[in-house]
Nanobody, 124 residues
Framework: EVQLVESGGGSVQAGGSLKLSCAAS????????IAWFRQAPGKEREFVSW????????HYADSVKGRFTISTDDAKNTAYLQMNNLEPENTALYYC?????????????????WGHGTQVTVSA
């Protein structure tokens, strides 16, 4: 059974940092594309970042480019999202997701495995 378990969320002040983790199990981690999405109250789920498994190509939403970094540790079957210089607008439930092929996508519908999310709250 595929499982993705996020952790590392919390409450920080604007300008602070958090590092989210996503522990994966039940599949061959280094063969899957990994992505992070987020959903704020009353808003649709939106793309944050993805990392392909073929070549480790990464991509970011414009709103987080230069502040967030996605990475993976194949030995630990874990993905990470380092978030620096956080803004109140980054407050949301952050989800880790995986896609059973090397290529990644910005579309939530392209991913078939999701975690339950970890809450990030940024105060002004």
């Amino acid at each position: 059974e595929v499982q993705l378990v996020e952790s590392g969320g919390g409450s920080v002040q604007a300008g602070g940092s958090l590092k989210l983790s996503c522990a994966a199990s039940g599949f061959i981690f280094n063969e899957y594309a990994i992505a992070w999405f987020r959903q704020a109250p009353g808003k649709e789920r939106e793309f944050v970042s993805w990392k392909s498994s073929d070549g480790g190509i990464t991509h970011y939403a414009d709103s987080v480019k230069g502040r967030f970094t996605i990475s993976t540790d194949d030995a630990k079957n874990t993905a990470y999202l380092q978030m620096n210089n956080l803004e109140p607008e980054n407050t949301a439930l952050y989800y880790c997701t995986a896609r059973g092929c090397p290529g990644a996508s910005m579309a939530a519908a392209a991913y078939n495995h999701w975690g339950h999310g970890t809450q990030v709250t940024v105060s002004a």
